[in-house]
């Protein structure tokens, strides 16, 4: 059996109004003020900074700014929620040759959420957050749960997702992963600009 690992926010979903939103909520309560969403939305993703420190002027995600986030965000992620065009193409035209996977650095919980109110958590046959492993991507603890649980094969497995953070947690676990272009970041090299290209690097590392 084959597997491909999706990232969700920025790959699958664009859920950036609501991510901005919920940083911003969390400044202002922590006394800072608003950030410009096309900002937030580019550092979201950087592996080379704090993202506690950047966001929120803390060395750590404190338990005030988790419970901050986590409370706002869970009550306003379907904000704007909307699927990527070629979403729903790609999963139905793979779906006979692949079983698919979530592996997000969000809540779990309302990662469900957010698949089951877009009508595509039918797909998965798993969605592991960062509250279901001991750390959370760029650490291949993600992956490696879900190549365990469903009993893949490294080789059989492909990680895809709009971040860094994704692609080192795919290398970090021994597997395959590759960059798209339409999320939260915005490469000049070596990634996906298309879900036409996406199937064609797909169809290319298992020979379909």
Do not use: Q
Request: proline letters at 2%.
């Amino acid at each position: 059996m084959k597997m491909i690992i999706f990232d969700m926010d920025g790959t699958l979903l664009d859920s950036g109004l609501a991510i901005a939103n919920t940083v911003n909520y969390v400044r202002e309560n922590l006394g800072l003020e608003s950030l410009e969403k096309a900002y937030i939305l580019e550092n979201i993703n950087d592996i080379n900074i704090n993202s506690a420190e950047f966001f929120y002027n803390s060395s750590t995600f404190t338990p005030k700014i988790t419970s901050l986030f986590e409370d706002f965000y869970s009550k306003n992620c379907l904000v704007d929620l909307s699927l990527y065009d070629g979403v729903k193409e790609l999963l139905d035209d793979l779906k006979g040759d692949f079983k698919f996977s979530i592996a997000t650095n969000a809540n779990s919980n309302y990662a469900k959420k957010m698949l089951n109110h877009l009508e595509i958590s039918k797909y998965f046959s798993s969605i592991l957050g960062y509250n279901d492993v001991e750390k959370p991507k760029p650490n291949p603890d993600m992956v490696n749960r879900i190549l365990d649980i469903h009993n893949i094969k490294k080789e059989n497995a492909k990680v895809v997702g709009d971040s860094i953070k994704d692609t080192k947690a795919a290398f970090n676990a021994g597997v395959d992963g590759v960059l798209v272009n339409w999320g939260f970041s915005n490469y000049k090299n070596n990634a996906l600009n298309s879900f036409d290209e996406l199937r064609e690097s797909i169809n290319l590392k298992f020979n379909l």
